[in-house]
């Protein structure tokens, strides 16, 4: 198999250490180990090292913050209105006459919308999902479904397979999740790539709503999903089927009426809001995991933190501190920053700016080429035994059953 042809799930290291300066113990395999041509298995616990912080301090990271997760939620909703708002003021303007200003401005919008169209699925529903938005379940679980009726997203599915991709990261046996397409190779790919990623992606548009179309039709092929979804659960399939029709029968709906009453512009703008531009989205993703460790029993071997601006920050929901997401998934988006800092003397360096995290991987990918083999090890401070009594309480992960 070529390297073009290798999935980034691969995961190699940039330099070779010594066991004292790698804390090589925890770059060991967990056992027992169930590859997937036999299926996943979840009879597998893994003790995970997590770094030493203040209990209190950490109660107090874990707490939900109503004002901030309704500031993050009307925002990020609003934004996504707003520009598309903008984007529709602006096609109805197009003329000859002012086509100069029109036109610019409608493909300007429509950029930007399209833009954070992947951080309003897997990134907002993810948030929300972990149940750290707001205090209250019940406001946590509606917006959940407003942001996947908005994706398109499977949150059913996602809400069953999250759990086991934070129990199991990055252990090929038991995590489906972190299955991620290779970076294009040659230049004619890369170009193809860059096509879909800044404009449009007709293909996977196309397989999106396949896939949809064959859940509302009670059809669930793979692997994975029948592990998350296993076909003994009838009740989780007539929910997870009942979400399929839901998603089809309200954006045919919408359409129609947008079609009907002469507006069906809005068809680009909120039915199909989510299915271009998706560029930011694919940067900020892919380093969650890209080049690290697999197999191993320490998060800060197989995840990674890097620092952006304000708006990646905004639009990814603070999902760049994704080591100490994984260390502590109780704690909001809100407070990663904080809690980055607490813990900051344990961790990984972060790679600072997008720009700097994408020249590490592109290395990574150059030197995986040279040498299949390869691994990245990260420059972790010696793994020490914490000191610090968690409960299980705050180190659940608290994930609303399907």
Sequence with gaps: MGISDR???????????????????????????????????????????????????LSELMQRNDFRGWLQT???????????????????????????????LLLLALFVHGTMGPFMGLIAVHELMHRTVFKSKQLNAFFQRVYAFIS????????????????????????????????????????????????LDPTAAWQKLKLVWRHANGHIAGRWYNHVL?????????????????????????????IVTGHWFLI?????????????????GIPQHYGLNSDVTDFRYN?????????PAFYYWNMQYHLEHHMFPAVPFYNLPR????IAHDLPPATHGLVATWRELFEIRRRVRENP???????????????????????????QSP
């Design 7 to 57: 999935p980034i799930r691969v995961m190699r290291s940039l330099a070779p250490a010594s066991d004292e300066q790698s804390g090589s113990n925890f770059l060991e395999s967990a056992e027992p180990r169930t590859r997937w041509g036999s299926g996943f298995n979840d009879d597998f616990k893994i003790s995970w090292y997590r770094s030493p912080i203040d209990p209190g301090l």
């Design 74 to 104: 009307l925002s990020h909703l609003g934004h996504f209105f707003l520009t598309g708002g903008l984007a529709y003021f602006a096609f109805l303007n197009i003329s000859l006459s002012n086509w100069y200003w029109a036109l610019p």
């Design 152 to 199: 398109w997203s499977d949150y059913l599915w996602y809400q069953g397979s999250h759990p086991l991709h934070h129990g199991a990261t990055c252990h090929e046996a038991y995590d489906g999740e972190v299955l991620l397409a290779p970076l294009a190779q040659t230049r004619i790919e890369r170009k193809k790539l860059w096509f879909r990623l800044l404009i």
């Design 230 to 258: 296993p076909e003994t659960d009838s009740g989780v399939r007539r929910r997870h089927r009942n979400w399929a029709r839901i998603l089809l029968s309200g954006h045919g709906l919408l359409a129609a009426t947008f």
């Design 268 to 284: 680009v703008v909120f039915t199909f809001g989510t299915f271009y531009c998706g560029w930011l989205g694919f940067l900020c």
């Design 303 to 311: 995840t990674r933190t890097f620092t952006c601006s304000w708006l």
């Design 339 to 342: 809690l980055r800092t607490a």
């Design 373 to 399: 083999d390869y691994r990245f090890v990260p420059d972790v401070p010696l793994a020490r035994e914490s000191t610090t009594k968690v409960t299980t309480k705050q180190l659940e992960l608290p994930i």
